[in-house]
């Protein structure tokens, strides 16, 4: 059948096209500014050992917090889907009134 020259197809397009990888370095142009991570917001501070009870303490703390951020970003999620579906039935309400039309 012709299943052989799909094959045939599938290999001749891999042969055809630039290989990015042949070039790679050489297309390479080091540019500082952009080859070295900033240091703003990074804690470089030394710490010291950390037991599993220290390290669950403060994993405790974290869910808290996150638990938290996320329960007031869902309710500030909801509170805006229920203002946008007020927006939505207030148009509704509006199209409905135009002239002309049964109500």
Do not use: K, S
Not at 21 to 48: F, H, S
Not at 85 to 98: C, K, L, T, V
């Amino acid at each position: 059948g012709g299943g052989g020259d799909d094959e045939e197809e599938v290999v001749e397009e891999e042969e055809e096209g630039e290989d990015l990888m042949d070039n790679a370095e050489r297309d390479y142009q080091r540019i500082a500014a952009l080859d070295t991570y900033g240091t703003e917001g990074v804690d470089d501070t030394e710490y010291g050992i950390v037991t599993a009870e220290q390290r669950q303490a403060a994993e405790a703390e974290l869910n808290r917090r996150d638990g938290n951020r996320r329960a007031t970003d869902f309710l500030d999620r909801l509170e805006m889907e229920e203002e946008d579906a007020e927006d939505r039935e207030a148009r509704r309400g509006r199209f409905d009134r135009r002239p002309g039309r049964d109500q």
